[in-house]
């Protein structure tokens, strides 16, 4: 458990004891300690959790219109006796198609409409006129008819689209393009199709609709392994128009495998301070060569003054193509990635702690081609735990006041972890733990911030390059043991705890308006405070959303 690798490392010295309890008892003091034990053993709420936020905490539903927001309703589904069976229960539930509207409502699963159906969707159109399509969140019942298992969607992302449905049963199409994919494709891949075709399309209007539209009987057709394989070579082909290098692997999971032009080359920034078994496991994690082409590792050198860090650098450069940068100043992480870029040669940087290590080196290949594509910012991958949990899984800007990891102590079984873990993702930021870039879009940007000297560099890295129109990205295909502070400890002393109190409000300062606003990733029906998958408390009302304000998506 975190708990238990945080408490190992405070007694590493008597003095990191003392302020480690100094911590606690100051957490509690200010209310803050329940909190943080919860992030510490996060989970997905249950169906009971469910059922009482319900009662007690969504927002009515919308007032049914008196004219239907679509002309037509169509059941895509591969059986026509279910299809006829969903059909009449939605011709019973639903208003009136409205010939003069210019959008279809595909439904691709057994579902029973919510109330607000109809009420969420014409409210959406009216409130963008020109969206191309729009989708809202679902849940299921059991048996017993009783509400379990919600589906609260992102925004619009497009990264999630080449892989698999990110909009769930129901997709209210007005793009011409995607209604005619849909009306081309095969029964029960109607809504694959339009999907596929919106992923293709930079900078489509696809509106996430927050709020539970209908409730699935029994499981989602698209959640099937043969579903998957069709629409990921959908996918294959959505991404190859959006300019990228891609192929197709047919495994027992298909995914969209992609690939960096031939001309790329990569050079992995590493910084260090003493603690050479650290580097020696990081750096064993590498591949030598990545492609034909040599793996350059440049380390920067924070003034070790352990010996053995000089011996393991001159023994590992007589089998590999590493550097060595002295920089013996006060930490400033911002700073020592800067210079390490300053000296390498690569066209794409990684930039990865002395405590972390790849599961596999196919994790640097994923991380490299995601980076090289012509729509990404940073690139990142799960980071875990010693003890098998997610450290990262991205990052949400604006929970637990400026930033935190999602999924932070889950079990990679969680419902969450699992849901997260179908495809590739667009987040708001990734950890700089591990953090992949092409160093023509960092250097555009300006690199990392030396103000944010050891916290919140690498969301605003990320921030601002998003805001330079590119996504970032988290893929579940490169997967990372980070030992979270094995290098440097944690933030326990008072002057620690000032200096990241003077960069929390840096950040404030600079993406306040953003931290303001419900991260893309996330759900408004979610809890900005505590464990990100916790339901917020209160009554929720959020209003249809576009999703990032930059970027092509």
Not at 176 to 192: K, V
Not at 309 to 317: D, F, M, T, Y
Not at 509 to 528: E, I, N, S, V
């Amino acid at each position: 458990m975190r708990v238990v690798s945080r408490l190992r490392d405070a007694t590493r010295s008597p003095q990191r004891l003392w302020w480690f309890g100094v911590r606690v008892v100051r957490l509690a003091l200010r209310g803050e300690l329940p909190g943080m034990l919860a992030r510490l053993r996060a989970c997905s709420p249950d169906a009971t959790e469910y059922r009482a936020w319900l009662r007690e905490s969504v927002d009515s539903p919308e007032v049914a219109p008196t004219a239907s927001p679509w002309r037509e309703v169509r059941v895509d589904l591969a059986s026509e006796t279910a299809r006829a069976r969903v059909a009449a229960r939605l011709a019973a539930s639903l208003p009136a198609p409205n010939a003069g509207a210019d959008a279809v409502l595909w439904v691709g699963a057994d579902v029973a409409p919510d109330a607000s159906l109809a009420g969420r969707f014409a409210a959406a159109l009216a409130a963008f006129p020109d969206a191309q399509a729009a989708y809202a969140d679902y849940d299921h019942l059991d048996a017993q008819g009783r509400r379990e298992r919600p589906v609260l969607a992102s925004a619009w992302d497009a990264e999630q689209a080449f892989e698999r449905n990110p909009c769930g049963p129901l997709l209210l199409v007005r793009d011409r393009a995607a209604l005619t994919a849909s009306e081309r494709a095969p029964a029960g891949e109607a809504i694959s199709a339009a999907v596929a075709e919106l992923a293709a399309t930079t900078g489509a209007r696809v509106l996430h609709v927050p709020g539970i539209a209908c409730h699935a009987i029994g499981e989602v057709p698209d959640s099937g392994v043969e579903w998957r394989l069709r629409h990921a070579r959908r996918g294959v082909e959505a991404a190859r128009h959006r300019g990228a290098d891609v192929g197709f692997d047919s495994g027992s999971a298909p995914t969209v495998r992609f690939r960096a032009p031939a001309e790329v080359t990569l050079s992995v920034v590493v910084a260090v301070r003493d603690r050479a078994e650290l580097l020696r496991r990081c750096v064993a994690s590498l591949p030598v060569a990545l492609e034909g082409r040599a793996v350059e590792i440049v380390v920067v050198d924070n003034g070790s003054t352990d010996p053995e860090v000089a011996s393991l650098c001159r023994e590992l450069a007589r089998a590999r193509s590493l550097r060595v940068v002295p920089r013996p100043e006060p930490f400033n992480f911002a700073a020592l990635c800067n210079a390490g870029t300053a000296q390498a040669s690569g066209s794409v940087l990684l930039f990865l702690n002395n405590d972390a290590r790849f599961a596999s080196p196919d994790g640097v290949a994923e991380l490299v081609a995601l980076a090289a594509r012509p729509w990404t910012g940073a690139a990142g991958p799960w980071l875990f735990y010693e003890d098998g949990r997610v450290q990262s899984a991205g990052v949400l800007v604006g929970v637990n006041r400026t930033a935190t990891s999602a999924l932070a102590g889950f079990a990679p079984g969680d419902a969450a972890a699992v849901g997260w873990s179908a495809s590739r993702r667009r987040v708001s930021a990734v950890m700089g733990a591990c953090l992949a870039v092409e160093r023509r879009k960092f250097t555009a940007v300006g690199g990392f911030d030396e103000g944010f000297a050891v916290s919140h560099n690498e969301v605003d890295l990320c921030l601002r390059l998003e805001r330079a129109g590119y996504a970032n990205v988290v893929t579940p295909y490169a997967r990372v043991l980070h030992v979270e502070g094995a290098s440097r400890g944690y933030e326990v002393e008072p002057a620690e705890r000032v200096r990241l109190a003077e960069e929390e409000g840096r950040f404030l300062a600079r993406w306040g308006k953003r931290a303001a606003a419900t991260d893309p990733a996330h759900h408004p029906w979610l809890a900005r405070e505590g464990n990100p998958f916790d339901f917020a408390p209160g009554p929720v009302a959020a209003g249809p959303r576009l999703g990032w304000s930059a970027g092509d998506d």
